[in-house]
């Protein structure tokens, strides 16, 4: 106390107040405080506005007031409960609203102890129920001193702001201040109570803290010895996991035992869920004594007991390692544990057989499926079912197979649990077609986007015709700016505009609908912002792979000049060049005989990190002279230049492929002009 007294020069009466009050705290909470923490505990104490019971007790019966009007859309029915502003608060009101940030805050600085105390509740109250945005200048000010408002009182005023007027703050600014950063200055976790901290103050600012001040605020609370309930460790275990921080996250997850909460045991609902979260970041490494999980063991160290839910989990993780005896391990000990398989369970499953191309496997899973109703009808478990029969049958028809057989295959499958409605909508089916009975709903469900981009990309397979393809996507674009509930959606992904664009490729006819559909991608000015059902819709531009397509397109029907273009447009876009888009171009200037090219795109590839593979050795094969090639290449490397640069080669290509088309050439030209005119370069 009289450390206290004598470092803020403070009247010994309210040293005193404050230190009864802490006093009493620590009674209630059974706490240990060392020197330290006894002198923070009264400094806090001191520093707030209100020093006696009183005006907390005034506060909360007045936010109370304000904060139940609001949330049942009301008037404030115990208006006596709210503070009146009188002549002196409207005279600050009218300083703060005008200039908060100089005549006000002049003011504010001025004012004593008791004058703020007073007038901070009248102005919180008013700005709360009238100006929002100005009530969070108001907290900046406010907070600026050594003496400020209780850690509730701005708890509660910064909860009210996000809890009913986030959407309008959500982009506030003020200088160099947002929402977030208000947050971060006015809950500052070295103004954090110790005894008695408000916890869901406390994870009010950690759910909203930039990854700083999580550690920061972590720090903190374990030096000072900051009061920690099971549900804020927690919240730090969130924040950590998601700041991909494992290490932290585990010591966090250590605190359970420690605070000791029944209703947050190792073993309970609430720890198990942050633990499966933590164990989507868990990787196998390699010791002494085999391979094993980084996280697990740690977790079964600590007394966790895996559920089925984290097992799942660690199953995926498991089989992501590309060991498939892991997986079955993995597998092994749910089966020993009576685990019982779920939708997620079924679906790990899949996944890894359809990835590792394994259909016998695949059928196995689905007459287990079959058997269980609640898992067969699961949307997920039948997507990836389908999915999977796609992969075996439709993706890469067998030429012996019948393409009819395999299109109606795949919509057997579909009609099982969704309605033909889309797919008749979007020209798949004639208008007249009726499907025949099948088990399965007895409601049919519209379909999802993945079992409406599988039934195109069928189609596409099965049937081949330009004509019906340019006809479809006319089609597809009409619904989609109407808003299709079920069509509309596939805009957000390059799929199924990929799989328009590889089937145009497929004959020269297809080339202008192709650079249209590229322009359709770039241009969403013409979409809607949502579904008829209001989805909200979020248009995708394209992607390196749409502009890969693309650009093979013009490869495949001989334009070497339009494909020439269409690099100009992706470097105009920053696309960056993957393996693929490398062989792409590689074996569009092998096609045409350029040997130069040829050379100089291998060795940029090379320079891009991507090494030649089995698809550039395929491309190279059309050289009708590969030897020149290879004296090219090495003419390359010992033809750089001071700078460090290749030197340009001035070998002609062995012949020339331009096919006489000036028309069609001609239409091309200024469909890419016009798709170049709608590309904006990145700033």
Known sequence: MKKVAYVRQADPKLVAMAAERVNREILNKGRHLTDRGLYLSLAMRMNSLYTRDLGLRQWKEAYGAIHKAKTYGREVLHKAALPKLREDGEQLLA??????????????????????????????????????????????????????????????CLAYLEKFHYEELRDWTKGAHTFESVVATCLDPKDWPIISPPQKGIRFYIRRAGFLGVYESFRLMNERGITMEAQTALCYMYRFTQLNDVEYALRALEFIPKINDPGFSVDSEGVLRHCCKLLTLDTVEDKAGGRNFRILPRLLKMGVQPDRDMMNIVLANAYKTGDPQLGADMLQFMKNHHHDFDSYTYLTLLTDAVSRGDRGRVDELVREVEMQEDIRNNPYIFSKIF??????????????????????????????????????????????????????????????PVSLFLMIATFFRCRNRISQVHHMYDRFRELVQQGHPSIAPLVETDHVYNEFLIAFRKSSRGLRSSIRLVEDMLDASALPKETTAGKPLKHVSPTPRTWTILLSAFNYSRQPDAAEKVKEM?????????????????????????????????????????????????????????????????????????????????????????????????????????????LKPKM
């Open 95 to 156: 300083l703060l609203l005008n200039d908060c940030q100089g005549r006000f805050r002049e003011a504010w600085l001025a004012m004593n102890r008791a004058t703020r105390a007073w007038a901070w509740q009248r102005l919180a109250v008013w700005l709360l129920q009238n100006n929002q945005a100005m009530a969070l200048e108001f907290l900046l000010v406010t907070t600026e001193p050594r003496d400020k408002p209780d850690f509730t009182m701005l708890v509660d």
């Open 387 to 448: 999915h999977a029969h796609f992969t075996f049958t439709a993706k890469h028809i067998d030429p012996e197979s019948d393409p009819s057989g395999v299109f109606y295959s795949m919509l057997d499958m579909y009609n099982k649990i969704h309605d033909i409605t889309p797919l008749k909508e979007l020209l798949l089916l004639p208008p007249h077609y009726t499907a025949p009975p099948t088990q399965g709903l007895e409601v049919k469900t519209p379909p999802s």
């Open 570 to 678: 992706m470097a105009k876009h920053d696309v960056e060049y993957n393996q693929v888009t490398w062989n792409t171009i590689i074996n569009g200037y092998a096609n045409a005989q350029d040997i130069p090219e040829t050379a100089n795109a291998i060795k940029k590839m090379e320079k891009d990190g991507f090494a030649i593979d089995h698809y550039t050795m395929k491309s190279l094969r059309y050289l009708r002279d590969p030897e020149r090639l290879w004296v090219a290449i090495e003419e390359m490397d010992e033809g750089l230049n001071s700078g460090g640069t290749h030197k340009l080669l001035t070998l002609e290509p062995a012949s020339d492929v331009h096919t006489d088309q000036k028309e069609q050439d001609e239409l091309i030209d200024n469909g890419l002009e016009k798709l170049g005119s709608k």
